[in-house]
């Protein structure tokens, strides 16, 4: 089983400033690794796929890295809308998890 | 535009059965597969298993095993998802997403509305 370890917990910023998500795979998981981003009472959306790619309609302002076994969210500048639950995900021969969250609050 | 949409709240009591269904619309149904994803209540996010809504096939967590059955009606373009023996800690929203038709898991865009499912007696 592959466990993905997501860091920080919590990230306190304020509009404008960046936002680095860290996301370590247990083990190696390639490029398939994925990002979500959920807000309260709302399902998950996609963010970005392949470790790398934006999804359909994302800004800009998000990017990822990877792959490997560490993987990165980047938001370039926090907008109010973007303080949210962010998720990452990954397939593997292990199976399918997701890691248990980053909490971007407004500082 | 590409949309899942889900069925309504369910109260069950433990050792009942749920079924949950999930129509999609706005893209070719037998191309894609469908993954159930469930979030218990302030907690994270949690694979429960996948259906290729092409040929039928599944898999399932393995935690899962032997309580769940997914299912698709291409004639209307519908998933299900079915628990069984439910227990207290399967209180959660139950989400369905699009996925990949041959395997699941590289990533799931779009997501239905959630169903939350909650087990007391």
């Known amino acids: 089983e592959i466990v993905l370890t997501q860091s920080p917990a919590t990230l306190s910023l304020s509009p404008g400033e960046r936002a680095t998500l860290s996301c370590r795979a247990s083990?190696?998981?390639?490029?398939?690794l994925a990002w979500y981003q959920q807000k309260p009472g709302q399902a998950p959306r996609l963010l970005i796929y392949?470790?790398?790619n934006r999804a359909t309609g994302i800004p800009a302002r998000f990017s990822g890295s990877g792959p490997g076994t560490d993987f990165t969210l980047t938001i370039s500048s926090l907008e109010p809308e973007d303080f949210a639950v962010y998720y990452c995900?990954?397939?593997?021969?292990?199976?399918?998890?997701f890691g248990q969250g980053t909490r971007l609050e407004i500082k | 535009q590409v949309q899942l949409v889900q069925s309504g709240a369910e109260v069950k009591k433990p050792g009942a059965s749920v079924k949950v269904s999930c129509k999609a619309s706005?893209?070719?149904?037998?191309?894609?597969?469908i993954s159930w994803v469930r979030q218990a209540p302030g907690q994270g996010l949690e694979w429960m298993g996948w259906?290729?809504?092409?040929?039928?096939?599944?898999n399932y967590a393995q935690k899962l095993q032997g309580r769940v059955t997914m299912t698709t009606d291409t004639s209307t373009s519908t998933a299900y998802m079915e628990l069984r023996s439910l227990r207290s800690d399967d209180t959660a929203v139950y989400y369905c997403?699009?996925?990949?038709?041959?395997?699941?898991?590289?990533?799931?865009?779009?997501w239905g509305q959630g169903t939350l499912v909650t087990v007391s007696s």
């Open positions: 997403a699009r996925d990949e038709v041959s395997s699941p898991g590289y990533w799931f865009d779009p």
């Open positions: 706005g893209y070719t149904f037998t191309s894609y597969g």
């Open positions: 259906i290729s809504a092409y040929n039928g096939n599944t």
């Open positions: 083990q190696g998981v390639s490029s398939y």
């Open positions: 392949d470790a790398s």
């Open positions: 995900q990954q397939r593997s021969n292990w199976g399918i998890a």
